[in-house]
């Protein structure tokens, strides 16, 4: 995980886990709720037109409140496809933060806990930094990303997916996340090939779910690395260690949405094994850190092409 990926980990991680209102206004947290909803049925204009509502009914000083709701209305937009309005979003969450730390001087009774307010200002001042830096409409971000690769001689390369009882998945969830590192080798299948195997000591990319504290909270999937570095400063993968959290052991005990959420969080951490070592700054992109797609956009395809090429 990336610098940035990973301060917006830390940022979903942080938001308060209490009603997020505090009795401020029912009416703003019945938007939200709304907004909520339409986000996940994959209504983002919608969804972004509640959660601006529930900040414009919510009182002027409410900044913690209206620091989580900015917070999802980024992501509504992003994922819109709205990157400038989105970038703004990210903007005016980090201000709420530096009203809660402008305030708590004054205000004591109120118990902010300033180096929780100071992280997340800073880490969203860095993220909107990065995104300004950015074109979401380039050909590719191949220049937003670290890039590691597969050497010639390791393809194809060997899949496990572990189906034991204690890290595995069943027979379902292996089929979803086998079909989403496909997605990626039909991006590029001249180069990209795989093969699975049942034996872990034989392969290069394994799949297992996490043990406690191996992925982040707030953040569903961790790709890890085992790779060397050669003269010339190429980074090569030997073997790469993907985690993934999933809803249930048994593929028939998920819901349609837990089952698009696993093939989700496989698709773009197959990315990042693959050699993607970063993120897009676009929703556009599975690479997004926070995508809910289950394709593969131009960018990404374009970008994998540009790796191997």
């Known amino acids: 995980m990336t610098a940035i990926g990973a301060a917006c980990a830390a940022t979903v991680a942080a938001l308060p886990a209490q009603a997020l209102f505090f009795g401020y206004d029912q009416q703003a947290e019945a938007y939200k709720h709304q907004g909520d909803y339409a986000y996940e049925t994959q209504n983002y204009p919608s969804a972004s037109n509640y959660f601006n509502q529930a900040i414009n009914v919510l009182p002027y000083d409410a900044y913690q409140a209206k620091s989580g709701l900015y917070y999802s209305l980024a992501l509504a937009d992003d994922v819109s496809g709205s990157y400038e309005r989105a970038t703004d979003d990210w903007q005016h969450a980090k201000e709420c933060y530096d009203q809660l730390l402008q305030a708590a001087p004054s205000n004591p009774a109120a118990g902010i806990n300033t180096a929780w307010a100071q992280e997340e200002s800073g880490e969203l001042g860095n993220l909107v930094n990065w995104r300004r830096t950015c074109d979401p409409s380039s050909q590719d971000y191949f220049s937003n990303i670290n890039v590691r690769r597969w050497p010639a001689n390791k393809f194809p390369l060997k899949v496990f997916v572990d189906e034991s009882s204690g890290l ?132 990404d395809i374009a970008t994998i092409t540009r790796i191997y090429q």
């Not at 998920?254 to 993607?276: D, P, R, T, V």
């Open 168 to 299: 595995g998945f069943g027979a379902g969830s292996r089929s979803t996340i086998e079909q989403a590192a496909s997605q990626w080798v039909m991006a590029d299948p001249t180069r990209l090939r795989i093969t699975t195997v049942g034996d872990i000591n034989q392969a290069d990319i394994i799949y297992q779910r996490p043990q406690a504290g191996q992925v982040a909270q707030g953040s569903g999937g961790r790709t890890t690395y085992d790779d060397f570095v050669d003269a010339r400063g190429n980074r090569w993968i030997k073997h790469a260690y993907v985690k993934l959290t999933c809803a249930a052991v048994d593929y028939n005990n998920m819901s349609n949405a837990q089952k698009n959420e696993l093939y989700n969080l496989a698709l773009h951490e197959s990315g990042h094994a693959f050699g993607i070592d970063g993120h897009s700054p676009s929703g556009l992109d599975i690479m997004y850190w926070k995508s809910p797609l289950l394709r593969l956009s131009s960018r």
